[in-house]
């Protein structure tokens, strides 16, 4: 049995899998839940006045969409009067300017804006949605108000190349930080990933612009990006650790160390509506499976690195090596990389002059549903 | 950049004071900084009201014992430093 050493500092609140949004690589779980399984408002707040307790910080008020939910006043209350600091992760939609200046009032300290690109066409592609021109109004009334913007961009092979033009999107609003974050392949990225993943031609000249975008902005905006990790030499530390510094809580109140978990078998999930999040956090069998290090097999096991990025995303050890508890396939030291190596292959083999002339249809991809 | 000693230092919007287990910290998107002594002195300041220049005078009175220059040359790089971390707006 390894303790948990540490407090969680984030709580990420999945209020809810609706969402107007079908993106191709939503984080959210192949099996969406429905409305009449999500936690009330009074567990919500219950659950964040327990994470306050235990030393959480920050409150991510995520989805799905979090605006989907009708309540959404009284969470972001709920979460402020615990004493944490809320943030809200959204699409912009369903969203006015009257309830946007409600949000502020109620709490919200900081708002994260997801695009899909930085054009319309690109957008509704990924998206299966118009929803872009919704974003842009939303970008508009934010110049109004007093409270933090980040536009994240979420970054892979069809919208790779509109760098500039993001920044150009991030520049003219008031966000005082902007994320580039590659589609990590969990979930319905996973699903896509052929389609999704970006050239190493591609990152190279992505990463070459947002270094130079870093310096330019300094003191303006802060330029913040994450690579896909299948291009990475070493793992990410995913969730900096397994049961180290978040917590997840799904729509329905299960309580996961991330949020790709329930893909693992053979972990049971306590929910809130049964335990605190302390007992949860502290005693739980699943938040204590991959803690510490007991569980590594080698390379892991005697790695110098261990302790930086501990052994990497056990869901992707399961996704690509078929084994929760092996060393993330990603690392250039694991037993498995030769997977990795030959997905990026397929990647970057075909010509760019043949790949870009792909019809992209809408028939080719797999979109996320919108649950009842 | 150096910072403008007649500048006002305020908050960045969506950055502020919190605490946790006794210890203050401060709080912006996607982080925390704890504040201990000095560092709490000088962000408690950030307040739009005090200049630069009376953050300074002040904490020079506060840590008498420290040399005036260097308590000066420690407060605009960390002022400068959460400028880029955009947790600061130096108003006019």
């Known amino acids: ?372 | 950049m150096t910072p403008d000693l007649q500048s006002h230092p305020r908050l960045a919007p969506g950055c502020r004071l919190g605490d946790n287990n006794q210890q203050r910290v401060l709080l912006m998107p996607e982080r925390a900084l704890r504040l201990n002594g000095p560092s709490l002195e000088i962000v408690e300041r950030c307040d739009g009201k005090h200049t630069v220049q009376q953050i300074i005078t002040d904490l020079q009175q506060l840590y008498s014992k420290a040399e005036p220059k260097k308590v000066e040359s420690d407060i605009l790089d960390y002022l400068t430093r959460l400028h880029d971390q955009r947790a600061l707006d130096f108003d006019a």
Not at chain 1, 215 to 242: H, N, Q, S, T
Not at chain 1, 268 to 285: C, G, M, Q, Y
Request: aromatic content about 6%; some cysteine; glycine content about 6%.
């Open chain 1, 1 to 372: 049995m390894t303790s948990a050493s540490t407090n969680p500092l984030a709580l990420i609140a999945e209020l809810t899998h609706r969402c107007p949004l079908h993106c191709v690589y939503c984080s959210n779980p192949l099996e969406l839940q429905n409305r009449a399984n999500e936690l009330t408002t009074e567990t919500w707040s219950l659950v964040f006045k327990q994470a306050a307790e235990l030393g959480v910080l920050q409150a991510d008020l995520t989805g799905g969409e979090p605006l989907a939910r009708t309540d959404i006043l009284e969470l972001v209350r709920g979460a402020r009067d615990a004493g944490l600091y809320v943030n809200l992760i959204t699409s912009g939609m369903p969203l006015d300017e009257a309830r946007l200046a409600k949000l502020i009032d109620a709490g919200l300290d900081h708002l994260q804006l997801s695009f899909q690109g930085a054009t319309q066409k690109i957008a509704a592609e990924i998206s299966g949605t118009k929803s872009h021109p919704q974003k842009l109004l939303v970008v508009e009334w934010l110049k109004r108000v007093r409270v933090a913007l980040t536009l994240n961009f979420v970054i892979h092979r069809n919208n790779i190349d509109q760098i500039d033009e993001m920044l150009a999107l991030a520049e003219s609003s008031s966000a005082t930080r902007v994320e580039f974050a590659n589609v990590q392949y969990y979930g319905w990225a996973f699903a896509n990933r052929e389609r999704l993943l970006p050239t190493r031609a591609q990152l190279d000249q992505s990463i070459e612009t947002l270094k130079s975008a870093q310096e330019r902005l300094r003191g303006k905006i802060r330029v913040e990006y994450v690579i896909p990790d299948y291009y990475a030499k070493y793992p990410k530390p995913c969730m900096g650790g397994w049961g180290r510094k978040l917590m997840l809580i799904t729509p329905t109140g299960e309580a996961l160390p991330c949020h790709a978990a329930q893909i693992i078998p053979r972990l049971h999930f306590e929910n809130v509506k049964d335990r605190s999040l302390r007992e949860i956090w502290d005693t739980s069998a699943a938040f204590q499976k991959f803690r510490g290090q007991d569980w590594m097999q080698e390379p892991c096991k005697t790695c110098d690195r261990r302790e930086q990025d501990f052994g990497g995303c056990r869901c992707q050890a399961l996704l690509l090596a078929g084994d929760a508890s092996a060393t993330d396939p990603v690392c250039s030291l694991a037993p498995t990389r030769s997977k990795v190596d030959a997905i990026l292959a397929t990647v970057n083999s075909a010509a760019p002059a043949e790949r870009d002339l792909q019809p992209l249809t809408q028939q080719d991809w797999l979109y996320r549903p919108n649950p009842a």
